[in-house]
């Protein structure tokens, strides 16, 4: 699998468990939008409303689908998750050569576990994810479990 050699773009989500109350349904996202701008040239759209990127839009659905399968594996292992937990994930988009690439850094919270648990529901997790089975050989990445 080739590494980005030239980073030109990063994704970023934030993801945390939306508590809805009995019956309600799945509820709205919430998306913080940017625009990206390459150095020396702000890009500006005063009239056009802002949207995601297509790598937010990647990095977005997959940390929701991601941190649904950490609650899920947990629910089968019968661990209950703090109420802060919570999913970054930061999309590069880069090249190597000619080549195109994306890779993934994630970083799951997982407060008030115990470091080696939360590291096997983090990894177990990719194992259900079907965002992660799509990308499994396809691109890089690499988790980062923290339990402070």
């Known amino acids: ?5 030239k980073l030109l773009f990063t994704g970023k989500t934030h993801t ?4 809805a109350p009995s019956g309600a349904d799945h509820g709205t996202v919430n998306l ?3 625009s990206p701008s390459h150095t020396g040239h702000e890009l500006a ?10 790598e937010e839009l990647f990095a977005g ?8 399968a950490i609650s899920l594996v947990a629910a089968q292992k019968r661990i209950t998750l703090p109420p802060d937990l919570s999913v970054d994930i930061d999309i590069d988009l880069g090249q ?3 080549e195109w690439l994306l890779a993934a850094r994630f970083e799951v ?8 648990v939360a590291e096997k529901l983090a990894h177990a997790a990719h194992e259900v994810c079907p965002y992660s089975k799509a990308t499994r050989g396809n691109i890089g990445v690499v988790v980062n479990v923290i339990t402070s």
């Not at 759209?45 to 297509?54: C, E, I, L, N, S």
């Not at 997982?110 to 470091?115: A, D, E, N, R, V």
């Open 1 to 5: 699998m080739s590494k980005i050699e």
């Open 16 to 19: 945390t468990v939306a508590r």
């Open 32 to 34: 913080s939008l940017s």
């Open 45 to 54: 759209f005063p009239d056009v409303v802002a949207h995601p990127t297509a």
């Open 61 to 68: 659905a997959w940390s929701a689908c991601y941190i649904t």
């Open 96 to 98: 190597a050569g000619a």
């Open 109 to 116: 919270r997982i407060p008030g576990l115990p470091q080696d």
